[in-house]
C-alpha cells in the first residue's frame, strides 16, 4: 500500500474495512496502481444509445467479453456496466480485475425534459457477480431529481453495509437549464459537490465549459476571482468543491473524438488535479491495439501529474 493510497482512504473516516477494501483494490490495480490515479472503461452505452450507434465502429463491441478483455490488456483500474454484460464476464473475468455494475440506467427511445433513470439492478447483483462496487447516475436539475436523490440513498447505504464502493455518474440535466448549461463550470461542480454530499466514494462528471449558467454563480465567480478561462482551472475548481480534493472525482471522456483532441483534455484534468478518468467511447470504438495505446498514453499522463 503506497502513501498516497493510504491517504486517499483516510478520507473516507465513516466507511467499514470493506468499503475501504474495494476502494483500495481500484486504486491499486493496473498501470495507475498505488498512484491515486485511475483510468476506468464504462461500457454503458449499448444500453444508454443503442448498439449500433455505440458499436458498429468497432464491431467486436458487440461481444461483452471484448470490453472486459480490453480493461484487463490495457491495464483500466476498473471495469463498469450494466447487469447483461457483467453477468456476461464475471465467471471468466473473476478476479482479474475490479468490477462496478450499473445498476440504473436509461435509454434514448423516449425522452422527455425530466430525466430519469430505471433501476436495472441491485446490491445484492453487485455481491452475487464478485464486483467491487455500483455505479449510478443521477440528472441534477431533472424535475425527478427528488426520486433519484431517494434511490441512490437507499442503494448507498445497502451498498456500503455490504462493504462495496458507490460511483455516482453526476450529470446536469433539466428543463431549467440550457444545452450549454450542462457543462457549464459552476453546474459541473454543483453536480460534483451533490454527489459528494449523497455520499459518493467515487465521482463522475464531464469536463466544464468556461460558461457559468446561473446568474447568481456568475456574481460570486467574477467577485472571488475564481479562474475559470482554462481547463486545468475549471478541473481545479472542480475537485475542490469536492470537499477541498478528498473525495476522488473523475472526468469522462464524452463523444468519440480525435486522439490529439482526447490527450489535450486529459493532460488538462490531469494539471488540474483530477483523479483520472473514465473513458468508454474513444477508447472500445477502436481497433483494440489502438485503443490501448490511447489508454496508456492516458493513463502515462496522469502518472506524470500523480501526487
Not at 468497432?58 to 454484460?85: I, K, Q, R, T, W
Not at 473473476?94 to 434514448?108: C, E, F, Q, R, W
Not at 454543483?190 to 446568474?215: C, M, N, R, S, W
Not at 488535479?273 to 473514465?278: R, Y
Amino acid at each position: 500500500m503506497t502513501p498516497r493510497v493510504r491517504e486517499i482512504l483516510s478520507w473516507y473516516g465513516a466507511d467499514n474495512p470493506g468499503v475501504l477494501t474495494n476502494m483500495a483494490r481500484v486504486l491499486n490495480h493496473g498501470r495507475l496502481a498505488g498512484t491515486g490515479k485511475v483510468v476506468i472503461l464504462p461500457v454503458d452505452q449499448g444500453f444508454e444509445h443503442g448498439p449500433a450507434r455505440s458499436f458498429a465502429k468497432n464491431p467486436n463491441g458487440y461481444d461483452p467479453a471484448y470490453h472486459a478483455s480490453l480493461a484487463v490488456e490495457s491495464g483500466c483500474s476498473a471495469y463498469a456496466a450494466p447487469l447483461g454484460f457483467i453477468e456476461a464476464v464475471a465467471r471468466d473475468y473473476a478476479g482479474d480485475i475490479p468490477l462496478i455494475l450499473k445498476v440504473n440506467n436509461s435509454d434514448t427511445l423516449f425522452s422527455n425534459n425530466a430525466p430519469c433513470s430505471a433501476v436495472t439492478s441491485s446490491v445484492d447483483d453487485a455481491l452475487r457477480l464478485g464486483c467491487v462496487g455500483i455505479g449510478f447516475t443521477i440528472y441534477p436539475g431533472s424535475s425527478m431529481r427528488k426520486q433519484m436523490y431517494e434511490e441512490i440513498a437507499e442503494a448507498s447505504r445497502r451498498a456500503k453495509e455490504a462493504g462495496l464502493l458507490v460511483v455516482i455518474w453526476s450529470y446536469a440535466r433539466g428543463e431549467q437549464l440550457s444545452k450549454e448549461g450542462e457543462t457549464a463550470i459552476d453546474v459541473i461542480a454543483y453536480a460534483a459537490q451533490i454527489a459528494a454530499q449523497l455520499g459518493a466514494h467515487f465521482i463522475k462528471v464531464k469536463p466544464p465549459t468556461a460558461h457559468i449558467e446561473q446568474d447568481e454563480a456568475r456574481k460570486v465567480y467574477e467577485a472571488q476571482g475564481i479562474q475559470v478561462s482554462k481547463l486545468s482551472d475549471r478541473a481545479k475548481h472542480v475537485v475542490e468543491s469536492c470537499f477541498n480534493g478528498k473525495r476522488v472525482v473523475i472526468f469522462s471522456g464524452g463523444a468519440a473524438k480525435g486522439t490529439e483532441d482526447v490527450l489535450a483534455e486529459v493532460k488538462d484534468l490531469a494539471q488540474g488535479g483530477a483523479f483520472g478518468s473514465i473513458m468508454g467511447r474513444n477508447a472500445f470504438q477502436r481497433p483494440k491495439n489502438e485503443a490501448i495505446e490511447l489508454l496508456h498514453a492516458v493513463m502515462d499522463l496522469y502518472v506524470g501529474n500523480s501526487q
